[in-house]
């Protein structure tokens, strides 16, 4: 018997791991890279005494490719490149005052600020 004809012992095994790390690499059928938002990409939120802060993870995305959009309890980040798109909307814990909002992006990476809403307004009696 030559050594090539026998069974490979590690063979079922590095099959198995093959099969798992193909059916990771593709979601749905889709390749990763199309995947979309989500496969790469991580948000945080920070809640601050007066500021919310959420910082998302953009790789291969360049400042001109983005869009953000809020209503004051949902950012919408939208995004687009030669390799992927991203459309993500992100519920805030604490409503924000949308007007308020500063952003920078930085080496993939976009922060963006908002002040806290007033959770309720004073009225004055006449």
């Known amino acids: 018997m030559d050594r090539d004809d026998r069974d490979d012992p590690f063979g079922d095994f ?9 059916q990771m690499a593709n979601a749905d059928g889709e390749h990763a890279d199309d995947a979309g938002f989500g496969t790469e990409t991580h948000v945080d939120t920070y809640v601050e005494d007066d500021t919310v802060r ?7 995305v ?3 490719d983005l869009s953000l959009q809020c209503d004051g309890e949902t950012l919408t980040v939208s995004a ?3 390799r ?4 993500e909307r992100v ?8 007007r308020s909002a500063s952003a920078t992006f930085n080496n993939g990476i976009l922060e963006v600020t908002f002040d806290r809403a007033d ?4 009225i ?3």
């Open 119 to 122: 959770d309720s307004a004073s």
């Open 91 to 98: 519920s805030l814990p604490v409503r924000v005052d949308e």
């Open 14 to 22: 590095f099959e198995e791991i093959e099969r798992m790390m193909n």
């Open 124 to 126: 004055d009696v006449a």
């Open 80 to 82: 687009a490149s030669d």
């Open 62 to 64: 360049s400042k001109e």
């Open 54 to 60: 959420l910082v998302a993870d953009l790789p291969g």
């Open 84 to 87: 992927r798109e991203y459309d």
